[in-house]
């Protein structure tokens, strides 16, 4: 059977067309990555993330037919929209559901950043001013602040896929501040993993994305090193010693 090291079972929206490509890209041998798409999600809207919540139950009825080791719960808007009451009520559902942890992408994002030790990052979206909001609550309420949030401002979260990582290496570069520790780069549909590696070298600074972090907390769940090396340096850093003990620390915290 495919996945005799850990089985992903990843929940994306239905417009996503990068995290799963991605989760794929990463791969390692004996570790599969199987599907199910949530309903709806094209508009931004703060209705439309309410409604990928409740639309995720069907998606996770799904995808735990294969019985996964983990679950990735693969939007971060639609993961911090409500704060973290929301976030942790999201996996507690469909680990209820799918009888295996939950990781959502905006607990990841927390996590990846709590782990680091960093309290003031700058952030990069393609969200719209309510949704950036909203991930600056999300993230003052773990104790991190963001110190500079530069965005596409886009509303049609398919076209946010649209975006080259070349444009997301630029507004980084541009937006960075000095003073910051480190560098988020959020929502599932930007294509930032390829260029992770050349910002951190060219910044000074650890940057991550939202589908680094992810897969970053799903390999720590099902203890599995999967000797990513050309992603940056937070999967990384599974290969050390007690890294998945401490990315799961924060998964139960986040």
């Not at 890209?25 to 199910?36: D, K, L, N, Y």
């Amino acid at each position: 059977m495919y996945g005799w090291r850990g089985r992903i079972g990843l929940l994306v929206p239905s417009i996503n067309t990068t995290m799963e490509t991605e989760f794929w890209r990463m791969a390692p041998e004996g570790v599969s990555v199987h599907t199910a798409r949530i309903a709806g999600g094209r508009e931004g809207t703060p209705e439309e993330l309410r409604n990928m919540e409740s639309a995720s139950k069907k998606a996770a009825e799904e995808v735990g037919m294969v019985e996964p080791d983990v679950v990735v719960y693969g939007c971060t808007s639609g993961s911090f929209f409500e704060g973290p009451a929301w976030n942790k009520k999201i996996c507690e559902q469909l680990t209820a559901i799918t009888k295996a942890p939950t990781v959502t992408t905006a607990g990841a994002m927390v996590a990846c950043l709590m782990a680091g030790g960093h309290k003031k990052v700058d952030v990069v979206t393609p969200y719209v001013e309510v949704t950036n909001e909203r991930l600056k609550q999300f993230a003052k309420a773990h104790g991190i602040e963001v110190a500079k949030l530069g965005t596409f401002d886009m509303l049609d979260m398919f076209d946010h896929a649209k975006i080259s990582p070349e444009e997301i290496y630029a507004k980084v570069k541009e937006m960075t501040t000095p003073d910051s520790e480190a560098v988020f780069v959020a929502c599932t549909q930007l294509r930032a993993l390829e260029v992770l590696d050349m910002l951190e070298r060219d910044l000074g600074k650890p940057v991550y994305s939202a589908v680094q972090a992810s897969a970053w907390q799903a390999y720590a769940a099902i203890n599995v090193d999967p000797k990513i090396m050309n992603c940056g340096s937070l999967l990384r850093k599974l290969s050390e010693p007690d890294s998945h003990k401490i990315a799961v620390k924060h998964l139960r915290s986040a």
